[in-house]
């Protein structure tokens, strides 16, 4: 079991910043591959970066030259700073981690989500 628990949205003006963070605590086994995906109103959830336990990452294009990934594996949390935000970005934003263990095939888990408003 994982469980995953995100922070830092909220509303910010177009052009502003936003850090969302995501800790998880796993019951049994590691956490691999952690990442952020979005849901606009009346879009489907799409991902927006992941990061591998390895520290590979990769950007949905829309967002490649504002936002940036990173994790703490110490801690097991994963960030995502977002800068030059714009109104489009407004969604709800989740955290999803893999669980790891010997053997078996990893399985995923999915925060709450934490909206993020961009507007003036």
């Known amino acids: 079991q994982v469980q995953l628990v995100e922070s830092g949205g909220g509303l910010v003006q177009p052009g502003g910043s936003l850090t969302l963070s995501c800790a998880a605590s796993?019951?049994?086994?590691?956490?691999?591959?952690m990442g952020w995906y979005r849901q606009g109103s009346g879009w489907k959830r799409e991902m927006v970066a992941v990061?591998?336990?390895?520290?590979?990452?990769n950007y949905d294009d829309s967002v490649k030259d504002r936002f940036t990934i990173s994790r703490d594996s110490s801690k097991n949390t994963v960030y995502l700073q977002m800068r030059r935000l714009k109104p489009e970005d407004t969604a709800v934003y989740y955290c999803?981690?893999?669980?790891?263990?010997?053997?078996?095939?990893?399985?995923?888990?999915w925060g709450k989500g934490t909206l993020v408003t961009v507007s003036s």
């Open positions: 990061i591998t336990s390895g520290g590979a990452t």
């Open positions: 999803k981690a893999s669980r790891i263990r010997l053997g078996r095939r990893p399985d995923d888990y």
């Open positions: 796993v019951n049994g086994g590691s956490v691999g591959t």
